[in-house]
């Protein structure tokens, strides 16, 4: 099994230039940031295969019956097309995959993550016209369609079966043993969608430590985004140290040191041991 491999520096610093543009445009197109995010895991991604990648979903959309009717109608026309024709749908061995959350790779392999399966069924559904968002449910991504009072949802994941009303409430609950508060049910932006996938990679780099360059690019894409968790500094910070670039992890712990101190001086304190330490590993 192949693992991809990212792309040369050159072209990794203009993908990641395209990336913050488009993350801060004003609009931010989820499909474009999930196949930049893809090229910058592939380096076998190039412009053929980004533009291959759009020309698909649009033809996907293109195959979807015309205004089918309400949301529930949508939701089954997306779930006969996407599910039962082309075979979109995921399984437990998807998440050992890194491909699994890279878009050019879900559309080839039709396996993915259930936000990854999500952005495709969103983006055919989008351009063919329906009400169609993400629902970050904890542990578990789905699709909504309609208004919130017309809201059906269904689960890529599992060949976008249409979820029942207790359907959402047992995800949930099976995912965190937590019960299904009404506001996990509202739309998600993109950038929260595209913070979502980059979380996913770093979750997968983590647990393989000789892939810390996969995590080291997932954190500094997170880094690209408007709005981002400020400890995401931290984790860069120990991933140049880890990969031996004691100098500019030094600096980084610093400077996150810098922020914390406002409001944690003990933790900063900790933080600048690690900067003396990691320093100290030059001489």
Do not use: K
């Amino acid at each position: 099994m192949r693992t991809p491999q990212p792309p040369p520096p050159e072209r990794s610093a203009e993908l990641r230039r395209r990336f913050a543009e488009e993350a801060r445009s004003e609009r931010p197109d989820l499909s474009a940031l999930c196949l930049l995010v893809g090229a910058q895991a592939d380096g076998t991604l190039d412009e053929a295969g980004l533009d291959a990648a759009q020309i698909e979903l649009d033809e996907l959309a293109g195959q979807l019956p015309f205004r089918p009717g309400g949301p529930r109608s949508w939701a089954v026309a997306l779930r006969e097309l996407l599910g039962d024709r082309c075979g979109f749908r995921g399984a437990p061995v998807d998440y050992q995959r890194l491909e699994s959350s890279l878009l050019h790779e879900v559309l080839r392999r039709r396996r993915g993550l259930p936000i990854l399966l999500s952005v495709v069924w969103m983006e055919v559904a989008r351009r063919a016209g329906a009400p169609v968002y993400g629902v970050a449910l904890p542990g578990h991504f789905v699709v909504g369609f309609g208004p919130p009072e017309e809201q059906v949802l269904a689960d890529p994941f599992d060949g976008g079966r249409v979820l029942t009303g207790g359907d959402a409430q047992l995800l949930v609950a099976g995912a965190t043993g937590a019960a299904l508060d009404p506001s996990m049910l509202g739309p998600a932006e993109p950038l929260e969608v595209v913070l979502r996938i980059l979380n996913n990679v770093r979750a997968w780099a983590a647990a393989r430590p000789e892939r810390s360059d996969v995590a080291l690019w997932a954190v500094e894409l997170s880094l690209l985004l408007p709005s981002h968790p400020a400890r995401l500094r931290y984790e860069r910070a120990q991933l140049l140290v880890q990969r031996g670039d004691f100098l500019a992890g030094a600096s980084e712990l610093e400077a996150y040191a810098e922020v914390v101190g406002g409001v944690d001086e003990a933790a900063a304190a900790r933080v600048r041991r690690q900067a003396h330490a990691a320093r100290s590993m030059l001489n």
